[in-house]
């Protein structure tokens, strides 16, 4: 067993965060919280266990990036021009590299490395479409000790033909990957259907995909509404359709497994749809902002009740820093306050933000039974915040609240000090404790 002790931050179920200034977490040796509570209960109780004390530091659930390509991490802050056009300049060629299988290999370690070196324990990800490339990317999260919802990414239409494949061959490939890792490394690895949006998948794909998922009980990930030219394409694309989501209807897709990127631009009735089905959305604002793709009303969609995680969305998001996205998340509820004045709503502060990405994200994939806080019982997925990265000075602005302000707007890349998953460290930065 271990014993960790500092400022405790617990997302609550219900929304908000608790503090327990001088917290302590023990840890059992299967990688399960047995305790949370008051540091001096814990050594009474736990007497016979080492103390890990953590001076001028925050202990957090790990951070849950509920949206990220991981083929397009070399292309991270690269590029100009909005979403279509982008993917077409940028994005297909880099993930054609994928069918290179060193090359996969390569970068597929090294996404996963810095993910937990920044502090993310949980990611939704999507691989290329190259079925070895993505058997490289399990076996690279295996090693690296982090959770995964992934998938290979599915793709028959509309993209060049080096990285296309039959719906068939897009199924029985994503089966068999599941059949290899899903539930794999103590239930960490999960495979998620992934068909990259209608406008890169036929009617016979999407079709497929909707029965595998029922027949297997799989998540699905894929993208939303997110531009208005993707918006265009698709209506031009599916004329027999109301709406974007309504493809995604017609074809059984919409789910309570169900994650959508984006969903920037819905009408009443496609939130009805999803609401209906319980689908997530994964918001991912700085990216949104990169491409040119708009603002999402994040509080008005907050009040509607929808699960919202934050997502990266490299390569349209710039970093793999989920701190970073928090920040994000908090600044665009301004900046659609500033666009819609007449409509004003509150905006979402730092604590709300972070929540959003430990909670919120464990919530919008549909394991917060598991991981998300520091419920006696749940898996031991935590970070350890220095804040001496962030806050060198001393300070009159000590309280909790402040503490978490600085933590997420100041994101500093060196912040995390160490990283946990299931009770084993799988990032430690040098020199600490």
């Given at each position: ?66 949206h ?11 590029g100009?021009g ?5 993917l ?66 599915m ?80 209506a ?61 009303a ?34 665009s ?54 804040m ?46």
């Amino acid at each position: 067993m271990r014993l960790y002790t500092g400022l405790l931050v617990h997302p609550l179920a219900k929304g908000g965060l608790e503090y327990l200034p001088d917290g302590a977490l023990v840890v059992s040796d299967f990688g399960q919280i047995i305790f949370m509570g008051a540091r001096v209960d814990a050594l009474r109780d736990y007497a016979d266990i080492p103390e890990e004390r953590y001076e001028n530091a925050v202990i957090l659930p790990g951070l849950v990036d509920t949206h990220v390509h991981l083929p397009q991490y070399e292309a991270a802050a690269i590029g100009t021009g909005e979403l279509l056009n982008w993917l077409n300049t940028y994005i297909f060629p880099l993930e054609a590299r994928f069918a290179d299988e060193e090359y996969a290999h390569i970068q597929s370690q090294r996404f996963f490395h810095d993910a937990v070196r920044l502090g993310t324990t949980t990611m939704s990800v999507y691989c290329s479409s190259h079925r070895r490339a993505a058997d490289i990317a399990f076996e690279a999260a295996f090693h690296a000790g982090l959770r995964v919802c992934m998938g290979k990414t599915m793709m028959d239409n509309n993209a060049p033909e080096n990285i296309l494949h039959s719906p068939d061959d897009n199924i029985n490939d994503s089966l068999a990957l599941a059949k290899a890792w899903h539930g794999a490394g103590n239930g960490r690895l999960q495979y998620t259907l992934t068909p990259r949006f209608a406008g890169s998948c036929s009617r016979e794909l999407l079709k497929k995909t909707g029965e595998a998922a029922r027949a297997e009980g799989l998540r699905i990930q894929t993208h939303l509404s997110e531009n208005p030219s993707e918006l265009r394409f698709i209506a031009e694309l599916f004329p027999e359709h109301a709406s974007y989501t309504e493809v995604y209807h017609a074809y059984g897709l919409l789910t309570a497994k169900t994650i959508m990127a984006h969903s920037i631009y819905l009408s009443p009735q496609e939130k009805s749809l999803l609401k209906v089905h319980n689908c997530a959305i994964a918001h991912c604002p700085c990216s949104n902002r990169f491409l040119q793709s708009g603002v999402m009303a994040l509080r008005q969609m907050l009040n509607e009740g929808f699960r919202i995680g934050l997502g990266s969305d490299v390569a349209g998001g710039s970093s793999l820093s989920m701190l970073n996205e928090a920040k994000e998340a908090a600044e665009s509820t301004k900046t659609w306050n500033i666009l819609h004045r007449a409509q004003e709503m509150p905006t979402v502060n730092a604590e709300e933000a972070l929540w959003l990405a430990t909670l919120g994200g464990a919530q919008a994939l549909g394991l917060d039974d598991v991981i998300g806080n520091f419920t006696v019982g749940k898996d031991a997925d935590f970070i350890i915040c220095d804040m001496n990265e962030v806050l060198p000075q001393k300070s009159s602005f000590i309280s909790p609240e402040n503490i978490i302000s600085r933590l997420v707007y100041g994101a500093h890349p060196y912040v995390v000090s160490k990283t946990v998953v299931q009770g084993k460290v799988v990032y430690q930065k040098q020199n600490s404790q």
